[in-house]
């Protein structure tokens, strides 16, 4: 019986510098993303009085559930203004149902839309086709953050806001 052999790992692995250089950003990416989701779930936890009693803590100031029960309508208001938070009742199902409804038409609206006029471009010949394309195409090449403050004029003008 003949032995195996055994493969021969060519590649070995040593120190590099840019590769250590990659690791170090690749971790300050890593917490620049995540540490904001990690304070709001810090936040949460914490009692409406006390979020800014310790706000060097990672971790939350004496962690409570009072904030998820008030939200999910099983503190009364009483109780919440003794907490430090405002007596205003909150409909989170009633905002919660709004969410989806809103976002689930949302949702087909543009799906429809887009396919329909993803079919014209594709299929269809019509007067000045490729340069309403290339508005089209210039369009999604601005930053949605350029438009924000135009946008909330337009809000402020209708009189949308808070409504």
Do not use: C, H
């Not at 690749?26 to 990690?38: G, K, N, Q, R």
């Not at 949460?44 to 962690?63: H, I, R, W």
């Not at 594709?122 to 309403?132: E, H, Y």
């Amino acid at each position: 019986m003949t032995a195996l052999a055994q493969p021969q790992n060519s590649v070995k692995k040593s120190f590099s510098l840019g590769r250590f250089t990659l690791w170090v950003v690749m971790a300050v990416i890593l917490f620049t993303t995540l540490f904001p989701f990690w304070w709001v779930i810090r936040t949460s936890l914490t009692a409406p009085d006390k979020v800014f009693t310790d706000p060097t803590s990672l971790m939350p100031v004496e962690p409570t559930l009072d904030n998820y029960k008030r939200v999910l309508g099983l503190v009364d208001s009483s109780a919440s203004v003794a907490a430090g938070g405002s007596g205003q009742s909150i409909n989170f199902f009633l905002f919660l149902r709004n969410s989806i409804i809103f976002a689930a038409l949302i949702t087909v609206g543009q799906v429809f839309f887009s396919s329909t006029a993803a079919y014209a471009f594709a299929r269809l010949r019509f007067p000045f086709r490729d340069q309403l394309f290339l508005v089209y195409i210039s369009a999604l090449v601005v930053p949605p953050i350029v438009t924000l403050i135009p946008n909330f004029i337009l809000i402020r003008n209708l009189e949308w806001i808070n409504t």
